[in-house]
């Protein structure tokens, strides 16, 4: 138990320095701007037109891409609700303001990554039943993620933690519908 909490601790003293570096920095106009605009893609927005633009234009495979997708994002959904309260980590921008990003979080708690999450799941979900458009969906994922970071919502760790939750639900949520 001991070694756990020395570890975590190692842990969270980087995310806390990676934290304050970034809430410092005064990020050039264009970067501002992206980070902001990918963050609230994040919100839902983009996957819901990915969705239906699937339904409409997505071949052969629409049906089982989408439903992939869905129920990947579903299950990330109800995953990160429920590990959330039990965290109990406190916001980035809770501990330290942001020197030019105000956004007002979607819930209480950090750990983890709940955009992270359902971005991986769902880029690699349909990412898998179109493979040439795997890396842009996966590119866009990680973007979605960075912003959070960048935009002061999450730690490091917080997304590193949703990314890898989320690609592999969406993994498993292809085995579903191969």
């Known amino acids: ?56 234009c997505g071949g052969h495979d629409r049906y089982r891409a989408f439903f992939a997708g869905a129920l990947s994002a579903l299950v990330a959904i109800l995953i990160f609700r429920r590990l959330k309260p039990l965290s109990h980590r406190r916001r980035p921008c809770e501990i330290e303001p942001h020197c030019w990003a105000v956004i007002t979080p979607p819930d209480r708690f950090s750990f983890p990554s709940g955009h992270a999450m359902t971005s991986f799941a769902i880029a690699v979900a349909v990412g898998s039943f179109y493979p040439q458009c795997q890396p842009c969906l ?11 970071i960048i935009v002061g919502m999450h730690f490091l760790t917080d997304v590193i933690v949703g990314a890898l939750l989320g690609a592999i639900l969406g993994y498993l949520s292809v085995l579903v519908f191969i």
């Open 138 to 148: 996966l590119a866009v994922a990680a973007l979605i993620a960075i912003s959070r």
């Open 1 to 56: 138990m001991a070694v756990a909490r020395a570890l975590w601790g190692f842990i969270e003293q980087r995310d806390l320095r990676l934290m304050r570096r970034l809430h410092r920095w005064r990020a050039p106009r264009p970067v501002r701007i992206l980070m902001l605009m990918m963050s609230r893609l994040g919100n839902g927005w983009l996957w819901y037109s990915l969705g239906i633009f699937i339904l409409i």
